[in-house]
């Protein structure tokens, strides 16, 4: 952006602090994900001035090609957090088929009234593009697409976000790895991301999510890759369809949630999360966030940690995370696990948090011919500087013919 990153704008009971990347309602911070803020800024920053949707899309994507529904979800969240319906005062003027205008008095400095929006220059040599379908009841499911070469699907998992993900520390290099080999596709995991929240949230619906963006991509020998519950989803599908999965890839996954784990002792400890996700996990109390953030990635760094903590934030509602939670419990695939005929590898860290490793080797005995790799780590998701990382990348391409 052209004016200085130190300015600090004024608009109606709102102070938008350019360098901090900080909203403030009279004083309280209004969190906003990463896009939702670079929209806020660039029409604030243009303040009066009708902003198209291509100028607004190639600024606030430089390296993604996604559709008109992206921005007009960014805009849509924008006004809820600006307070618009609720207190009927309008900040952003919507030209039907051509822009948007930021229509509030701004003070703090001039706006750039007439000047060029400039297209920032990609961050990156991988380029996504982020598209949307339908599911069987309607809703509205978030894909993406990167890298080229043979297709590798990802089953969708807990807390996804496209968008968030794209520049995470803890999900950057598992992209670039597998999109340096593939054509990587990815989707937003229905109550998350880009994807609709207000949505039924079930097993069977998940797996029909993974045969909807399959089949819209029209592929039918891919590699698919299912991580923590998502591992039940991709070995549900391979069952159903084992002719069109080409490897199959599952990474600290389990094939039946705690419900039904013999040792019932940690019934209380896991009913005691739901409660605590459905009280106020999410809504920006670092307390409630590094609980879960702890589990997932206890040897994390402070970035990754930070990054973590707001995808918590900004992946889905504290209600549509209980949902999900309470679901991922009830999963028992156990009786489809005979049924997958297809080549494949099960990674799990031996000391994972979240998913007991005892759960891993569960889910790779009941396939047959599966090959099960242990993983020295007690993160649930493999971080770029371990040990562990670079012994998964070696057996990943070793089972799939990476050259």
């Known amino acids: 952006m052209s004016p200085a990153n130190s300015a600090t704008v004024q608009f109606g009971p709102f102070s938008l602090e350019i360098g901090e990347r900080r909203l403030l309602r009279d004083g309280r911070v209004v969190p906003l994900r990463t896009k939702v803020f670079d929209t806020l800024q660039v029409?604030?920053?243009?303040?009066?001035?009708?902003?198209?949707?291509?100028?607004?899309?190639?600024?606030?994507?430089?390296?993604?090609?996604?559709?008109?529904?992206?921005?007009?979800?960014?805009?849509?969240?924008?006004?809820?957090?600006?307070?618009?319906?609720?207190?009927?005062?309008?900040?952003?003027?919507?030209?039907?088929?051509?822009?948007?205008?930021?229509?509030?008095?701004?003070?703090?400095?001039?706006?750039?009234?007439?000047?060029?929006?400039?297209?920032?220059e990609p961050s990156r040599t991988l380029r996504q593009e982020i598209r949307f379908c339908r599911a069987l009841d309607g809703a509205r499911i978030a894909y993406s697409t990167t890298g080229s070469g043979a297709p590798f699907v990802k089953a969708a998992n807990w807390l996804n976000h496209l968008e968030f993900e794209w520049e995470s520390p803890v999900w950057k290099h598992w992209l670039e790895t597998i999109a340096r080999h593939h054509t990587c596709v990815r989707y937003d995991e229905r109550g998350c991301g880009l994807s609709d929240w207000n949505v039924d949230v079930s097993f069977a619906s998940w797996v029909e999510d993974l045969e909807i963006v399959v089949d819209t991509l029209g592929i039918d020998d891919f590699v698919l890759l299912g991580i923590s519950q998502g591992a039940a989803v991709a070995a549900a599908y391979a069952a159903r369809h084992p002719g069109r999965v080409r490897r199959l890839v599952l990474f600290g996954g389990f094939a039946r949630g705690w419900r039904h784990w013999e040792d019932r002792r940690p019934d209380e400890a896991r009913t005691a999360l739901v409660k605590l996700l459905s009280l106020g996990w999410g809504r920006s109390n670092p307390a409630f966030q590094q609980v879960f953030t702890t589990m997932f990635i206890p040897?994390?760094?402070?970035?990754?940690?930070?990054?973590?903590?707001?995808?918590?934030?900004?992946?889905?509602?504290?209600?549509?995370?209980?949902?999900?939670?309470?679901?991922?419990?009830?999963?028992?695939?156990?009786?489809?696990?005979?049924?997958?005929?297809t080549p494949t590898i099960v990674f799990h860290t031996d000391d994972d948090l979240v998913i007991p490793f005892d759960e891993g080797r569960l889910l790779a005995a009941g396939i047959p011919g599966a090959r099960f790799v242990p993983l020295p780590s007690r993160n649930h998701l493999v971080l770029e500087h371990e040990a562990a990382w670079q012994i998964m990348q070696r057996e990943l391409g070793e089972f799939l013919g990476w050259s």
């Open 299 to 341: 040897d994390a760094g402070p970035e990754q940690m930070e990054w973590f903590n707001d995808l918590q934030q900004i992946s889905t509602s504290p209600e549509n995370a209980a949902r999900m939670m309470d679901e991922f419990a009830r999963i028992d695939v156990r009786g489809l696990l005979g049924e997958v005929k």
């Open 43 to 120: 029409l604030v920053e243009h303040s009066g001035r009708l902003l198209t949707k291509h100028e607004l899309m190639t600024h606030l994507w430089p390296d993604a090609a996604v559709e008109e529904n992206n921005l007009a979800h960014n805009i849509s969240t924008l006004r809820r957090a600006l307070g618009e319906q609720a207190t009927g005062q309008d900040f952003i003027e919507t030209v039907p088929r051509v822009g948007y205008r930021f229509v509030a008095q701004v003070s703090g400095r001039a706006a750039a009234i007439g000047a060029p929006l400039v297209v920032p």
